[in-house]
């Protein structure tokens, strides 16, 4: 398949993103801190901003990867990150990886070189907001 063709697949596999699921059996995996419950407006303001951040990954997404493809395997990278008032990245975690070292890292390098729009400041915890996101490589 070509790169052409596996672009559009790929921008596919990127917007179909899922939450995060942490197997609390597995004494591997970090604990989750209690929180406080959001209020009903954080919530929404926070759900009615992922699709900002979704447009703005898609946007650079086919021309980023496809220079690289030949690095990468095939598999997922599960990931979270945070960004602050203005948008910027603060924090970026890999939280799983089926694909490669290097996918795991260009997913990190790309994200923090993403503009974000400011996210709603009601939807600010402690200053940032937590967006889990899966890139995939098919």
């Known amino acids: 398949m070509t790169k052409r063709k596996l672009i559009p697949l790929l921008l596919t596999a990127l917007l179909a993103t899922h939450a995060l699921a942490q197997n609390p059996g597995d004494p591997a995996l ?75 890292k260009f997913c990190e390098q790309f994200v923090r070189e993403t503009k974000f729009e400011k996210p709603p400041a009601v939807a600010l915890e402690d200053g940032q907001i937590e967006i889990p996101f899966t890139f995939t490589i098919l």
């Open 30 to 104: 970090p604990k989750a801190a209690a929180k406080p419950a959001k209020s009903k407006a954080a919530t929404q303001a926070a759900t009615n901003y992922i699709p900002k951040v979704k447009s703005a990954l898609a946007k650079r997404w086919g021309d980023a990867v496809a220079a690289r493809m030949s690095d990468f395997s095939h598999g997922a990278t599960n990931v979270t990150f945070k960004l602050d008032a203005t948008g910027a990245v603060t924090e970026f975690t890999v939280v799983a990886n089926t694909s490669n070292a290097a996918f795991a």
